[in-house]
């Protein structure tokens, strides 16, 4: 297995963690605010390790990642272009 591949599985496994904690601090019916900051940092942590498989694989390919102020949006439309995500 290549480096970039254990890379991608081992973000994907954070990834997994983190939609597992998710669902069950979601699934409380009263959330206290801690409950609610965990849930944000869930959320957080999952967008993060998308952007984070993203960015290896766009590097892997030789592809510059965007440093400008909307780099989050124009690594999602690179990704999109190189046909690794799609728009929906």
């Known amino acids: 297995m290549d480096e970039l591949h254990k890379r991608i599985l081992a973000e994907k496994e954070n990834v997994e ?5 998710l ?3 979601m ?3 009263e959330k206290t605010v801690i409950e609610l900051a965990a849930i944000a940092t869930f959320l957080h942590n999952i967008y ?3 952007e984070n498989i993203l960015k290896q694989i766009l590097k892997a390919k030789g592809i510059d990642i965007p440093e400008s102020a909307a780099w989050h949006k124009e690594l999602l439309n690179i990704s999109e272009s190189q046909g690794i995500i799609s728009q929906f």
């Open 17 to 21: 963690i983190a939609l597992g904690n």
């Open 23 to 25: 669902i069950d601090a």
């Open 27 to 29: 699934a409380r019916n």
């Open 48 to 50: 993060n390790g998308i």
